[in-house]
T-cell receptor, first 121, second 112 residues
Framework: GAVVSQHPSWVICKSGTSVKIECRSLDFQATTMFWYRQFPKQSLMLMATSNEGSKATYEQGVEKDKFLINHASLTLSTLTVTSAHPEDSSFYIC?????????????????FGPGTRLTVL | QKEVEQNSGPLSVPEGAIASLNCTYSDRGSQSFFWYRQYSGKSPELIMFIYSNGDKEDGRFTAQLNKASQYVSLLIRDSQPSDSATYLCAVIPNSGNTPLVFGKGTRLSVIA
């Protein structure tokens, strides 16, 4: 499998500040990374698909101007929560897709980073 | 809307018993099915994946897929307290060119 790291593992910030979360694929060049959010006792909700060298694809209902995603290299994607508010407090998890693209994508496995717990006061 | 349904539990089984976790999905064209385990406060880790109808075994884990019934299950033999976690079923729908769709997970509690 792929080894994925996230930094920071947890962050506490004041309302109105911006927070950047890094996701790194340590042993695999990931063309595609995914960002998820998980509220307590809820399922993983896909926020966006991060594509290296191009704009991210956001899921319906996710504000692209609030959750800025940059995938500048094959091993790094960043999620910036701009002007964070208490309702943004959540567990943010990235994942990398391991496998071939195109028609064979149905067989790709996803491996998750350890997650970042964001608390906005 | 593509949905993946799981019983939220908790499912309680005694140590050493077989735990059976079930999942149904709405998109009949779904091709790939994954089971993830998530401990409290941690991110999901992949346990197994299955693509073809039938059973797939890996150690104490067996995944079962029935595409006609749109049903996938995970059996855990000789359940251990360390297996206590939330188990997430995930599906890649139809053509496969879309991300995983996750169920809400089933919380398993193995009682020593």
């Amino acid at each position: 499998g792929a080894v994925v790291s996230q930094h920071p593992s947890w962050v506490i910030c004041k309302s109105g500040t911006s927070v950047k979360i890094e996701c790194r694929s340590l042993d695999f060049q990931a063309t595609t990374m995914f960002w998820y959010r998980q509220f307590p006792k809820q399922s993983l909700m896909l926020m966006a698909t991060s594509n290296e060298g191009s704009k991210a694809t956001y899921e319906q209902g996710v504000e692209k101007d609030k959750f800025l995603i940059n995938h500048a290299s094959l091993t790094l994607s960043t999620l910036t929560v701009t002007s964070a508010h208490p309702e943004d407090s959540s567990f943010y998890i990235c994942s990398v897709e391991l496998g071939t693209s195109g028609l064979l994508r149905a067989y790709n496995e996803q491996f998750f980073g350890p997650g970042t717990r964001l608390t906005v006061l | 809307q593509k949905e993946v349904e799981q019983n939220s539990g908790p499912l309680s089984v005694p140590e050493g018993a077989i735990a059976s976790l079930n999942c149904t999905y709405s998109d009949r064209g779904s091709q790939s099915f994954f089971w993830y385990r998530q401990y409290s406060g941690k991110s999901p880790e992949l346990i197994m994946f299955i693509y073809s109808n039938g059973d797939k075994e890996d150690g104490r884990f067996t995944a079962q897929l029935n595409k006609a019934s749109q049903y996938v299950s995970l059996l855990i033999r000789d359940s251990q307290p360390s297996d206590s976690a939330t188990y997430l079923c995930a599906v890649i729908p139809n053509s496969g060119n879309t991300p995983l769709v996750f169920g809400k997970g089933t919380r398993l509690s193995v009682i020593a």
